[in-house]
């Protein structure tokens, strides 16, 4: 039968970059990815493509940046004085967790340290980028 919108599915993929870089990948989490279709619990990409597969099916596709992650906004990245960073010597590449308002942490990453403030980046690390999935539907 094939995938709809609200059914609990499970899938195997493999992420990847343009270049080739795997990003992630359902076996390095030692279980498929378990999600209800439609439900808007992943990217819109990856929801929508797996709409008409069939059980044991594999296909590759390719989501665009507003489909995945969005654009990298500039708007997220910021200047921040030092001391309201942890004890710690800041380099450029580290990731930090950063508490929103709302509780709920997201990475950002340093990409400039001066003497008194340093330049964090709150996009998601895949903002930006077109993603490449390997996906097969799984049976169960």
Same mark, same amino acid.
């Given at each position: 039968?094939?995938?709809?919108?609200?059914?609990?599915?499970?899938?195997?993929?493999? @992420?990847?970059? =343009?270049?080739?870089?795997? *990003? #992630?990948?359902?076996?390095?989490?030692?279980? %498929?990815? +378990?999600?209800?279709? @439609?439900?808007? =619990?992943?990217?819109?990409? *990856? #929801?929508?493509?797996?709409?008409?597969?069939? %059980?044991? +099916?594999?296909?590759?596709?390719?989501?665009?940046?507003?489909?995945?992650?969005?654009?990298?906004?500039?708007?997220?990245?910021?200047?921040?004085?030092?001391?309201?960073?942890?004890?710690?010597?800041?380099?450029?590449?580290?990731?930090?967790?950063?508490?929103?308002?709302?509780?709920?942490?997201?990475?950002?990453?340093?990409?400039?340290?001066?003497?008194?403030?340093?330049?964090?980046?709150?996009?998601?690390?895949?903002?930006?980028?077109?993603?490449?999935?390997?996906?097969?539907?799984?049976?169960?």
């Amino acid at each position: 039968m094939a995938v709809k919108k609200g059914d609990k599915i499970k899938v195997d993929y493999i @992420g990847s970059l =343009d270049d080739g870089t795997v *990003f #992630d990948r359902s076996d390095a989490h030692g279980q %498929p990815l +378990e999600f209800e279709v @439609g439900a808007g =619990d992943i990217i819109k990409g *990856f #929801d929508d493509a797996v709409i008409g597969m069939k %059980p044991s +099916e594999s296909k590759k596709i390719v989501i665009q940046p507003e489909q995945a992650y969005g654009a990298n906004n500039p708007k997220m990245i910021q200047t921040v004085p030092r001391d309201k960073l942890p004890p710690g010597d800041p380099k450029p590449g580290m990731v930090l967790m950063v508490s929103l308002p709302n509780g709920q942490q997201i990475p950002a990453k340093i990409t400039d340290v001066a003497a008194t403030t340093v330049t964090i980046d709150l996009n998601h690390p895949l903002a930006g980028k077109v993603l490449h999935f390997e996906i097969t539907l799984r049976k169960e």
